[in-house]
């Protein structure tokens, strides 16, 4: 004789590991149906142990057998039609009549199985009349404007009315998936529920998955026995094989019958209510004693609940669309002092009440870098500066609580004023201004079931089992901060940083213009410099000169060593009045000119060798120029340039070798000359320091530079609107190229 | 050879150009009479009061109380009648004072020279060809360059 197995699940559940516990695979069923599982061959691998009496037959008659030799005639039909089309529609039933019973019979697909589920039937079907005038009250009320809690209110009665259970609740969660009773239907017997609250342990996470999975659950009677699912095949005897999570009769979690039977309850009827695919809450219906209902009534109430989903976002939307509009004519007020020209900050923020009514808080902190500027009823600005350190350390943009003493314990002493807390960061010119509002501390009560904070029993199976009404006072929470709330004060935070972005640019003008002012002064400075430095500065030089060679005539009358310090000071004063004279011309070079004229640049750097006859008579030198251009210059500057670059290049000779100095024009660009000799050079990384004042490309004394003649040969190019630029290696020679971009003259 | 010593009458407010005229001096001729004074003002007075017995002036044009550009506007109307002749000793080398000296009889525009040894050259040059320093000058001429040493 075949031994039966049973695949329930045998492992104890205690209430440590209720999160794990695999409540999706229970191995049992409720006793008001019978479910068979067949296999590939159509053979009944599994069966609920109750299917033999409705079947009229033993369940080891049944097991491995095929379908159509064990089933009556009206079931195997049924089964014959899901094996040969595979459709069905898990929704709307088969209404199966057999051994004088009407069986609402459903299929699911669990590969490689599939299972009938049958469910017996108590009454005869609804006419479809009655699903439509319910479901039309429903809609007209809909259609009217009704606050969210009213249609909620209606719903329950609705449900009452077509399913007859003791009380109906919508239970709503928060958040945090506390709950809370949001409307009800009760009978006079019982008392009310309505306004208590749940905490989130009631309905754990994985419940809550399997209420999103399948959104309606029937518990009959509480006290039921589970009926255990059987086969005879050893291998199909584990949970896991078969999952019976979508079954209509699936076994409910022990740990949630101990929970219902603590409350008195004896059976129960949930429909979930879910929104943007998130479990909102749930239409849940009691009744003191066991109570079975018809899938029709089941569908029907669950049809009544679809519209109410169905409300629940437009609902929602309405009410936030209103909050929206209630917040414009602060906006618009605030936007239109933004809009002025003056600093709204310093102007408005403390004296507008609008400043803290655009989120409708009681209280707002402008946070700059020195200052802090109060809106209505805040903190003290020590306890705002604190707090402004600690949320810009959270490194958000935008941040908002409404218990800010439970992130932040330092405003357990300010909670009155700010429990809640809405903080944005303004990112302007790299520094940090934050805008903050504030929300007094709304004390309240709430009404729980049971004391939420009560220890839970240590026994297997032991939900908290005291459900006594306990009261709460909540302290230290604001009003939480809505969705259009929190929108309004980013619009307020962009405005304000578009008009912080206006007054940074117009003070950015008045620097710039003060700073041109400031230029302009001291370029009209830098013109005394002239006479400066020709007689204040020049006059105690030429004294120094003057003393020191006057000591010179009488140098024989010294000790020796008296003499070379007389030499040093010589020499000293002599690179000074170089200088001087050099910064002269450089100043003067820097001013600019008004006149130009037609320069032949080769008749002007005949002119200029002039000044070099001694050392090109020492044959020091020898100059090659050729097709230089004439172009728009001003003679004087241009003259000064090539005494510079010629003198430059004849300092810088190899020693013991003519330099050789070629100065060209170019064939292809008429406005570029070059400059080139044969001498020491300079290594290329110098070519732009040594254009710099005071920068020489070689560190010689005896070279006698100041450091200044090149940065007055690129002063006279800028001021021809050209450039120049030096090409070098070491001991290779250096080329100048000269760029008149004022053009050449033909 | 005039035995009688060349009358030389040097106007600065600059005590360190007077040390070093003076010294400058010394050193070319012990003969010369040199006389000094701070400022045009009292220069004026004392050409008045000793009837302009001075060959040379050497007139220093930055002053304060009266310039050298003032001293000369005063004595330009005498100067043709007299032997005194007029050498202007400035730092300046502005153009313009050079133009404003020369249309008021000035026979000669010296910039001061930074050696002591080009002083005392640019002195003796002067004591030496005073008598060839007569108006009117060439423009050309009224400069004191290196050429002249």
Redo the contacts between chains.
């Keep these: 004789m075949p031994e039966l197995y049973s695949a329930k699940n045998n492992s104890v559940t205690t209430i440590q590991n209720c999160a794990d516990e695999p409540i999706h695979i229970p191995g049992s069923i409720q006793p008001h149906g019978f479910i068979l599982v067949f296999n590939e061959k159509n053979e009944i691998a599994l069966c609920s142990a109750n299917a033999g009496e409705f079947l009229g037959t033993q369940v080891k008659e049944i097991l491995l057998q095929p379908y159509l030799k064990v089933l009556p005639a009206a079931l195997a039909d049924i089964v014959t039609q899901y094996v040969q089309t595979g459709r069905h529609n898990s929704q709307v039933p088969f209404t199966v009549f057999f051994n004088d019973r009407y069986f609402d019979c459903f299929f699911r697909r669990s590969s490689p199985f599939f299972i009938l589920e049958c469910i017996a039937g108590i009454e005869h079907s609804n006419t479809v009349y009655d699903v439509l005038q319910h479901t039309n009250e429903l809609v007209q009320v809909v259609n009217t404007r009704i606050s969210l809690q009213e249609l909620c209110q209606l719903i329950t009665k609705k449900i009452h009315d077509i399913t007859g259970y003791d009380r109906v609740m919508v239970y709503r969660f928060d958040e945090n998936y506390n709950g809370d009773i949001f409307a009800e239907t009760v009978v006079p017997e019982h008392e009310p529920f309505l306004g208590l609250h749940y905490p989130h342990t009631d309905i754990p996470a994985q419940a809550r998955a399997l209420y999103i999975r399948n959104l309606m659950r029937l518990i009959v009677d509480v006290n039921y026995e589970p009926v255990p699912v059987v086969t005879m095949n050893q291998e199909l005897a584990q949970p896991e094989k078969i999952d019976m999570s979508d079954l209509h009769l699936r076994s409910v979690s022990p740990i949630h019958i101990q929970y219902l039977k603590n409350m008195g309850v004896k059976g129960t009827f949930t429909i979930s209510l879910i929104k943007e695919g998130r479990l909102w809450g749930m239409i849940a219906c009691h009744h003191y004693s066991p109570k079975n209902l018809s899938y029709a009534r089941q569908i029907q109430a669950f049809l009544q609940t679809q519209i109410l989903s169905s409300q629940l976002g437009v609902q929602e939307t309405a009410e936030m669309y209103e909050l929206a509009a209630s917040l414009e004519p602060s906006m618009r007020a605030l936007q239109e002092k933004l809009s002025q020209d003056g600093n709204f900050i310093k102007n408005y923020f403390e004296k507008m009440p609008e400043v803290s009514s655009i989120t409708n808080a009681s209280g707002a902190a402008f946070i700059d870098r020195d200052a802090i500027y109060l809106n209505g009823i805040t903190p003290n600005q020590e306890q705002i500066a604190a707090l402004h350190e600690w949320l810009l350390q959270k490194g958000q943009q935008e941040f908002h609580t409404n218990k800010l003493s439970k992130d932040f314990p330092p405003a357990k002493v300010y909670e009155q004023v700010a429990s809640g807390v809405l903080f944005f960061k303004i990112i302007h010119a790299d520094i940090n201004i934050s805008l903050l509002f504030f929300r007094l501390s709304q004390d309240r009560v709430i009404r729980w079931g049971g004391q939420p904070t009560q220890k839970m029993g240590i026994e297997a199976l032991t939900p908290r089992n005291s459900f006594a009404t306990w009261q709460q006072l909540i302290q230290g929470e604001s009003l939480p901060w809505q969705t259009p709330e929190i929108d309004a004060g980013f619009r307020f935070v962009h405005a304000l940083q578009q008009h912080l972005f206006r007054l940074f640019l117009r003070e950015e003008e008045a620097r710039v213009k003060q700073l041109n002012e400031k230029l302009v002064r001291a370029n009209k400075e830098l013109e005394n410099i002239n006479w400066i430095s020709?007689?204040d500065l020049?006059?105690p030089l030429?004294?120094i000169?003057?003393f020191a060679?006057?000591l010179?005539?009488g140098r024989n009358i010294y000790a020796p060593q008296a003499r070379r310090p007389l030499e040093r000071i010589k020499d000293s004063?002599g690179r000074m009045?170089k200088l001087m004279d050099d910064l002269l011309l450089y100043s003067q070079m820097s001013q600019g000119f008004d006149s130009f004229e037609k320069v032949d640049l080769n008749e002007l750097l005949a002119e200029v060798e002039q000044s070099f006859e001694m050392e090109k008579a020492e044959g020091i030198y020898e100059l090659h120029a050729k097709d230089l251009p004439v172009v728009y210059g001003n003679k004087f500057q241009l003259h000064q340039l090539f005494v510079n670059l010629l003198g430059n290049a004849i300092k810088f000779r190899k020693p013991g070798a003519k330099q050789i100095v070629t100065v060209a024009g170019d064939k292809l660009n008429k406005s570029k000359i070059t400059f080139c000799d044969n001498g020491i050079g300079f290594s290329q990384n110098l070519s732009e320091k040594i254009f710099q004042v005071f920068q020489r490309g070689h560190n010689v004394d005896s070279l006698g530079g100041t450091g200044i003649g090149l940065a007055i040969c690129r002063k006279i190019m800028e001021n021809h609107n050209g450039k120049i630029e030096a090409v070098s290696r070491e001991d290779a020679g250096a080329c100048f190229h000269l760029y008149f971009n004022y053009g050449i003259h033909n | 050879m005039d035995k009688k010593p060349l009358r030389l009458l040097y106007v600065d407010d600059d005590p360190?150009d007077r040390f070093?005229f003076e010294?400058a001096t010394q050193?070319i001729d012990s003969g010369l009479s040199v006389a000094t004074h701070n400022n045009g003002a009292l220069a004026l007075e004392h050409l008045h009061e000793s009837d302009f017995a001075y060959d040379l002036l050497f007139l220093d044009l930055?002053m304060p109380v009266k310039s050298g550009l003032d001293v000369l506007d005063e004595l330009q109307q005498v100067i043709k009648d007299r032997h005194l002749k007029i050498v202007i000793f400035t730092?300046?080398g502005n153009p313009a004072n050079i133009e404003a000296t020369y249309k008021l009889n000035a026979v000669l525009y010296v910039q001061?020279p930074?050696?002591?040894?080009e002083?005392v050259n640019i002195i003796r040059n002067i004591v030496n060809m005073h008598n060839q320093l007569t108006l009117p000058v060439p423009f050309e001429q009224f400069k004191f360059s290196a050429k002249y040493a």
Excluded: A, P, Y
């Design positions: 020709t007689h020049k006059e030429r004294k000169s003057m060679s006057m010179e005539e004063v009045q | 360190d070093f010294s050193i930055n730092t300046s001061k930074g050696s002591f040894d002083l």
